[in-house]
């Protein structure tokens, strides 16, 4: 997954703001440091709100203009994000993601959408393939 960032130049240095999420933005007195603030800004921004009811828009497919860059979101963050946006978009509880899937456990269906703990195996990968086909795992890396 990927978003935009605009970049933009001022007297003191650098600053950039994220086009698809409202408030994500970073500074830095130069382009290197621009570059990985843009990363932790993102990855920090998408982190934030784990327990959260919201639901952050995807990256835009193209953005035209002056001045603007990609930037990858962490593959722990943007798997337990499309999980979590695929589950509230359905209208079902963690509880109930977990049983469809067949998960005993709520732990371990919170587990998947905690960016700290994300990491599935290729099995519980399917299982959650089958009960949500309409999850974008093509968006994750």
């Known amino acids: 997954m990927h ?3 605009r970049i933009h130049t001022d ?5 950039a703001e994220c086009i698809e999420l409202k408030g994500c ?4 007195d ?14 920090l921004y998408l982190n ?9 828009p995807l990256p835009k497919k193209k953005v035209s203009g002056r001045n603007i ?6 593959p722990k963050i943007a798997f337990s994000q499309i999980l979590r946006m695929t589950r509230l978009k359905r209208g079902l509880s963690q509880k109930q993601a977990a049983s469809l899937i067949g998960m005993k456990n709520l732990y371990s269906y919170q587990r998947l ?9 290729l099995s519980t990968i399917a299982r959650i393939k089958q009960v949500f086909p309409e999850l974008a795992l093509d968006l994750v890396v």
Do not use: R
């Not at 933005?25 to 830095?28: I, L, N, S």
């Open 69 to 74: 860059v990609l930037a990858a979101v962490d």
């Open 25 to 28: 933005m970073t500074q830095a």
């Open 3 to 5: 978003y935009h960032f």
């Open 48 to 56: 934030d709100n784990e327990d959260s009811k919201s639901i952050f």
């Open 11 to 15: 007297k003191t240095g650098y600053w």
């Open 30 to 43: 130069s382009k290197e440091e621009l570059e990985a603030n843009i990363h932790e800004a993102l990855n």
């Open 113 to 121: 959408e905690s960016p700290k703990s994300a990491n599935p195996a």
